[in-house]
């Protein structure tokens, strides 16, 4: 069933103008049966105006009328010739305009500090190209010059809890450093490690 438009303020008309049980309205409105028993006692969606299904073609007056005699009967939409929207698909984070600018410093940080997450986990991360992300790891990127190592968090392009989410998975997937030789010096191993691709000498954040 095709969700109606501003389904609140259709909840509140039906609410107004119909003896509709709750729960035909919530099932109709995609709401829960309390919210709509909320904009009955006015305490959800106070003063907001309703929205006539009936005028707009989202409902008829028969099938208001049906469902008020038959309190177990389901509101069924009124079919209309208007082609139901597309979803959007799913594509890059969007980012502002704005902090666009920012993103190849939060890529460096991550590059920096977490290298053990996959370029595919950044992309989705901040909204970037796996080229950008190559760009600024063996610095070919066209900015390279002025780029700084950032918290990606701090600069607004992800939350925290997204970040640690990603952070977290990519651990999952690292595969384990094979133990030092006896004799061998684990400094000299560890310089050798998962981060060796890194961009180390980025200056640092400040």
């Avoid at 009955?40 to 707009?56: F, I, K, R, T, W």
């Avoid at 007056?61 to 049906?66: A, D, G, L, M, V």
């Avoid at 998975?169 to 560890?190: L, Q, Y």
């Amino acid at each position: 069933m095709t969700k109606p438009l501003m389904p609140k303020a259709t909840a509140v008309w039906l609410v107004e103008n119909t003896s509709l049980t709750f729960e035909q309205i919530a099932r109709f409105c995609e709401l829960h049966p309390l919210e709509v028993q909320g904009i009955a006692d006015g305490e959800v969606a106070s003063g907001m105006q309703g929205m006539d299904p009936v005028a707009n073609g989202q409902l008829t007056q028969e099938e208001i009328e049906r469902c008020q005699n038959n309190p177990k009967a389901r509101l069924m939409p009124a079919k209309t010739d208007l082609p139901k929207p597309v979803e959007r698909t799913k594509g890059p984070k969007y980012t502002p305009i704005a902090k666009r600018q920012d993103k190849p410093d939060g890529i460096a940080w991550i590059l920096r500090n977490h290298p053990e997450v996959r370029d595919s986990q950044i992309c989705k991360l901040i909204g970037t190209t796996k080229t950008t992300i190559q760009a600024i790891r063996d610095r070919t990127h066209w900015n390279t010059q002025n780029i700084r190592p950032r918290d990606p968090v701090l600069l607004g392009l992800c939350s925290q809890s997204e970040l640690n989410s990603v952070i977290a998975a990519a651990e999952k997937h690292k595969p384990r450093e094979p133990e030092a030789s006896e004799g061998e010096d684990p400094a000299a191993a560890e310089s050798f490690g998962i981060g060796a691709d890194a961009p180390a000498d980025y200056p640092e954040e400040r």
